[in-house]
């Protein structure tokens, strides 16, 4: 190789250096907040309820992104989506306990903000600095049985006070040698009333059984620590598989794979209380 063609390629090799810089330095470092991308035209507008993690509120957006509405007092890092009832009433979790990922109340409040109900009154719990208090122990969901959507629908008309009972998630530490060697925080769905009784539970650790896991599913569930069963929700009439629904007198359970005919019965069943599609309003 002679000298000049050395030097060529030495100044190729810088020159494929500079464009990768450059291409490096090219790379977006600062994204756009808000709306980015509004088409009137081609989108279907409306407004978002959102439950941002780090603003204790709960807030109404419209398609420019423009805070329209905002409901101060609400804590929804743990205790899932926040709902907007017809009449503009608002109902979302509130609290913390942490290190648990999990809610203390959920609240529901009118279009001023004043509270109408307050759901606190499950377990009591201690807190990092050593008090004992009451919590809702809710975590990532709830539904209310008169307004299973959460959002806007025809056949939808739930009543504001008073109203259905409301399918709560919820944490509950116990121990269950058969399940795990130690401790569990385990799954509790409760059904409350409108005047905060619990009516009826289902704990996950008891229905082990029906849940179909391997041997070796078994004894790894039987090794691991605390969270053995992690649900994210609380299953609306028409999604649920396993688990269960509520009804206005009681909680039916419906069974999985094994019991495929009875479930689809039960679902039929359901569809009939809560007949026709869901459609949107405009």
Known sequence: MTHKSGGRLQAARLSILLLVCAASLAVQTVYPTGTTIYDPARAWSGYTVLSPLNTPAVIVIDMNGNVVKQWDGFVNSAGGPARVFPGGFVMAANGSNPPRQESLELVQRDFDGKILSRFDRNLQIQTRDGKTIWSARQHHDWQREDYPAGYYSPEANPSIQGGGNTLVLTHVNHDKPAIADAPLE?????????????????????????????????????????????????????????????SSRSAVRLDSATHAADGARRRAAADRQFPGPVRYRP
């Open 186 to 246: 385990d799954d509790r769905l409760i059904e409350v009333s409108p005047a905060g009784q619990i009516a009826w539970e289902w704990v996950a650790s008891d229905h082990v059984e029906e849940f179909g896991f391997s041997p070796a599913a078994r004894s790894a569930i039987k090794a691991a620590s605390l969270a053995w069963n992690q649900r994210n929700c609380a299953p609306s009439a028409r999604s649920w598989d396993s688990i269960t629904r509520i």
